[in-house]
Structures are given as C-alpha cells and as structure tokens.
C-alpha cells in the first residue's frame, strides 16, 4: 500500500530503526524496490529527484503516477517522496502529482538564504499536508556540483555544526534534517567512514529526525551504527544503478544479439531487488 513518509519515519525512529529511501529512475527501479521490500518484510520509501524529473524531459506526473501505482499494489507498505529539489516551480507541483512528502533543497545556498529559501517551502508544504525534509551543510558530489572532489566524503568542510543545526531545524520548521557526516553521493565503493560522535551529538541537539544522503558508499557495519547512534532516514541510490547495470552489461557480454529489452532488464531488476532487500536487512532491523 500507498502509505507517508511521515508515518514510517516517526514509526521508525520511536522503534529505534532506521527507513531506507531509494531513489527511483525508471519504472524497474520501482518494482525492484517493492519487490525488494516484499521480501525483506520491511516498509521503504520511494524517491524521485528533481534530477529524475529532468530525465523523464521535466514532467513529474507520468513517472510518480507510476511510482504511486507500484506503492498501491504491493504487499509492502512504500511512501511517495520528491527528493533534492531546488525549484520552487517543481515544490509547487508536487501535492497534486500524489507526493506527501518533499526533500527541499537549499543547501548549495549561504546559511541566511537557505533558512529563508526552506522556510519558504516549509509553509508551502505544510499548508498542502506534506512533510518537508532540508538539508544544512554540504553532502557534496551530486552530478553538476562544482566541488564534486573538493568536498569528498572525508573532507573536513563536509560537515553539519549541531548548534546551526538545531537553530536552522527552529527557524524552518522542517520536518526532517538532512545532514553531513561523512558520506558523499554518487560513491561507488562502499568506503565511507562516518563520524559517530557527530551523529549522536546531532540526534541530542537537533530535535527532528536525521536523513543519511549518499549512503549507497556507507559500508553495513557504519549504517548500522549510524541507525543505532540516531540516524534514521537513509538514502540510497547509486547501489541500486551499479546492481542494475552491472547485470545488463553482464547480460550484453553474454548475449551481443540480443533485441527484446526485457530479456536483459528482468535480471537487471531482480538484482537491483536483491540489493534493495540486502540494504534494508541492514537499516531497518
Ligand atoms: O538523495 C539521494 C541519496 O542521497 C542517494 O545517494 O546515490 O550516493 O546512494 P547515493
Ligand atoms: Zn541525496
């Protein structure tokens, strides 16, 4: 079933667990990620970024329309969420495309503007019932950023100051904070190693839950520590297209013939399924 990201959020941080959210391209990505889900027993999140939108040439109705309908038909109960978005003109479509929830994403802005830029959302999102998640201090390496290798996983500017946070968490309003501790996007080695002292410190401070971005480079061991230490939405994208694309090319090399695209995308998808289960054995037990 379709349910909110709010709900599994709160369900989970009072379980003490965590919730993974993994970032959907296609519609493979969707059924792999309920079909993943129904296996590992366990609820998740659906994402689609701004980024996707883009992809999909800047419409966001047809791919969360499917990514909805997937979350309705499984056994698994799966949220709609609107991940990274920058545009104030994408937020503002978002509650009528089915998204009961939205990452804002100011953070590429100087402090005093992002707290003014994700107020903004805030008020737009609560006044059309959606839980609104931001981000403070840089978890770098998006495809486009600038400082894509100056801001790496362990580069010391990386990095979320409890006291701002826990300011910027009241001047927002926002529901849940994204933060930096050492993990970066788009990491294709899971060889992150984060700051413990850091997380627990944040959960003390910051009183909404904490969101992991780039956790697809967090090797097992940290993410479970993270979630024990008060992590608990955690974002997961790139495993998921190394998976999927790993196993069509694995399936070209084989098959340099091959027409039908569905010959090489069911294994595609049933790997991309079998990380998604793996990750959430990890987050949410
Ligand atoms: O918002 C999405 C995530 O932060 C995904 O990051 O692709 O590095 O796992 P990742
Ligand atoms: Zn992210």
């Excluded at 499917?66 to 038909?73: D, F, G, I």
């Excluded at 694309?245 to 098959?255: C, I, K, M, Q, S």
Aim: hydrophobic share 50%.
């Amino acid at each position: 079933p379709l349910v909110g990201t709010g709900e599994l959020v709160t369900a989970a941080r009072a379980a003490g667990r965590g919730v993974a959210a993994f970032n959907v391209v296609t519609l493979e990505h969707a059924e792999a990620i309920a079909a993943g889900a129904e296996t590992a027993g366990a609820s998740a999140i659906l994402q689609i970024s701004e980024n996707a939108v883009r992809f999909h040439g800047g419409r966001l109705a047809p791919v969360a329309a499917a990514a909805a309908a997937v979350a309705r038909a499984s056994d698994a109960p799966l949220a709609l969420h609107l991940d990274h978005v920058e545009s104030f003109e994408l937020l503002r479509q978002a509650p009528a495309a089915g998204f009961g929830s939205v990452m804002f994403d100011a953070s590429k802005l100087p402090y005093a503007r992002n707290v003014e830029a994700t107020a903004r959302a805030v008020r737009f999102g609560h006044g059309h019932g959606m839980w609104v998640e931001a981000e403070l201090g840089r978890v770098g390496g998006k495809p486009g950023d600038p400082d894509r290798t100056a801001l790496d996983a362990h580069a010391p500017g990386a990095r979320t100051d409890p006291a701002e946070a826990a300011e910027y968490t009241a001047a927002t309003g926002v529901d849940a904070l994204a933060v930096a501790v050492g993990s970066s996007h788009a990491m294709t080695e899971r060889t992150a190693v984060l700051d413990h002292d850091l997380i627990g410190e944040l959960r003390r401070t910051v009183p909404v839950p904490l969101v992991l971005h780039g956790s697809s480079g967090v090797p097992d061991e940290e993410l479970r520590r993270a979630v024990a230490a008060g992590m608990t939405k955690i974002n997961v994208g790139t495993a998921l297209n190394a998976s999927f694309t790993g196993a069509v090319r694995a399936f070209l090399e084989r098959d340099a013939a091959v027409v039908d695209p569905r010959k090489y995308l069911r294994p595609a998808r049933e790997a991309m399924a079998e990380t998604v289960a793996a990750f959430l054995k990890t987050v949410s037990s």
